[in-house]
């Protein structure tokens, strides 16, 4: 495999500012996610030459938090969250109007690369149900109806 001598330097870079310790190792793949978006697989083969921490160990963590992904997410995340309160407001419905409206399924990224649609367990906000999430921005009280002129905001 042709090494990405960009992806190295970025990875140096964040492992430079908290020390190869394995005790760094989810803030360092925090960094990783937004630096890149995404964990590559270079970047993760490359954190294991320059750590002490198993490769299986890296992948083990970063498949076991939902925070980290190892597939390009779009510009915006939409989180759908799916806790009890939100679930019995409707939380389903807002679901399903987004896959129709963004043509894509839950856990999908559109094909422009704007929108990767994911089912959250709770965002804490249960007196504000139903809610979602969009690149930190919080949508409360939603309805169906109200899902277009969200996302055309944030196509502008």
């Given at each position: 495999m042709k090494k990405d001598k960009t992806v190295e330097k970025q990875v140096k870079e964040i492992v430079d500012r908290y020390g190869a310790e394995k005790s760094s190792l989810i803030a360092i793949l925090q960094d990783m996610q937004g630096a890149f978006g995404y964990l590559p697989k270079d970047a993760l083969i490359f954190l294991n030459e320059v750590v002490d921490v198993p490769l299986a160990r890296i992948y083990e963590v970063a498949t076991f938090y939902n925070a980290f992904s190892l597939t390009p997410r779009g510009k915006y995340l939409v989180e759908v969250c799916a806790g009890t309160a939100c679930h019995v407001t409707g939380a389903l419905t807002l679901m399903e109007?987004?896959?129709?409206?963004?043509e894509i399924r839950c856990g999908e990224t559109t094909g422009d690369g704007m929108f990767t649609l994911e089912q959250v367990?709770?965002?804490?906000?249960?007196?504000?149900?139903?809610?979602?999430?969009?690149?930190?921005?919080?949508?409360?009280?939603?309805?169906?109806?109200?899902?277009?002129?969200?996302?055309?905001?944030?196509?502008?």
């Amino acid at each position: 495999m042709k090494k990405d001598k960009t992806v190295e330097k970025q990875v140096k870079e964040i492992v430079d500012r908290y020390g190869a310790e394995k005790s760094s190792l989810i803030a360092i793949l925090q960094d990783m996610q937004g630096a890149f978006g995404y964990l590559p697989k270079d970047a993760l083969i490359f954190l294991n030459e320059v750590v002490d921490v198993p490769l299986a160990r890296i992948y083990e963590v970063a498949t076991f938090y939902n925070a980290f992904s190892l597939t390009p997410r779009g510009k915006y995340l939409v989180e759908v969250c799916a806790g009890t309160a939100c679930h019995v407001t409707g939380a389903l419905t807002l679901m399903e109007r987004l896959e129709r409206d963004l043509e894509i399924r839950c856990g999908e990224t559109t094909g422009d690369g704007m929108f990767t649609l994911e089912q959250v367990r709770c965002l804490g906000c249960c007196s504000l149900a139903p809610v979602m999430r969009i690149g930190g921005n919080i949508h409360a009280y939603l309805t169906q109806d109200e899902i277009p002129k969200i996302l055309r905001n944030y196509r502008q």
